[in-house]
């Protein structure tokens, strides 16, 4: 049975570290827009490469800030890169990439795949190092996902609306008294029809989520409505 202090262990934020450093990026992100408003596109070219040897080269291969990119520092220069793409849509290297960006993606994950295997036994390479948030390779997979996946243009509305609440999929299913449940439920399923029970399954679990997070969204917009 659970416990009122085993709830509320679990509503509180400050437990996950993903919920908190997003929160401090929002409440950080006016002051991003602000001082990116009236600089120049070679001044924001310059800002991406500062913020690139700071996170990669003294985070990831230094350890000196940002050592594995879990954090808020990876977030704002994460926010950075958003904004520079976005104001490069109309320079001709977005072109170009924009127009193979799934294929280099694709291309680049088996590459760093097979490069991970190759090396993992080494001491300073082991897992999560190698996929860090920070790690040159996430970081340029993660870029050219973004470019492909920003140029979709997707009209279905059921689609639209299940994307809106991916997000609050992801919080929810990470609640930490809910993870033994999802476990325990995912092991019958697989045990019970193998691959087909497990795919059953989290398509389920994937409807049920969207659906609470799509009535958290609506709830929060009444809650804005009357506020404004």
């Given at each position: 049975m659970l416990k009122p202090l085993t709830i509320w262990n679990n509503c509180k934020f400050t437990h996950y570290w993903f919920i908190t450093h997003y929160l401090i990026l929002m409440l950080?992100?006016?002051?991003?827009?602000s001082s990116i408003k009236n600089?120049?596109?070679k001044e924001f070219s310059f800002w991406i490469i500062?913020?690139?040897v700071i996170n990669i080269f003294f985070g990831y291969y230094l350890y000196v800030v940002n050592e594995n990119g879990y954090n808020y520092v990876n977030f704002i220069m994460l926010y950075y890169i958003g904004r520079y793409i976005h104001v490069s849509k109309e320079k001709g290297w977005?072109?170009?990439?924009s127009c193979y960006s799934l294929p280099i993606s694709i291309i680049s994950c088996i590459l760093f795949s097979i490069i991970y295997i190759i090396i993992s036994n080494h001491v300073w390479i082991k897992g999560i190092r190698f996929w860090g948030y920070n790690s040159p390779w996430v970081l340029l997979s993660s870029v050219l996902n973004f470019i492909f996946i920003s140029n979709l243009r997707i009209s279905n509305k059921w689609i639209n609306t299940?994307?809106?609440?991916?997000f609050g999929i992801y919080l929810l299913q990470g609640v930490g008294v809910f993870i033994p449940i999802r476990n325990s439920y995912a092991i019958m399923s697989?045990?019970?029809?193998?691959?087909?029970?497990?795919?059953?399954?989290?398509s389920f679990l994937f409807l049920i989520l969207a659906t609470i997070s799509q009535l958290i969204n609506k709830c929060t917009q009444i809650i804005y409505k009357k506020i404004k």
């Open positions: 950080v992100s006016p002051i991003i827009e600089i120049t596109y500062i913020l690139l977005y072109r170009t990439i299940v994307a809106q609440g991916t697989y045990n019970e029809l193998g691959l087909l029970g497990l795919f059953l399954y989290s």
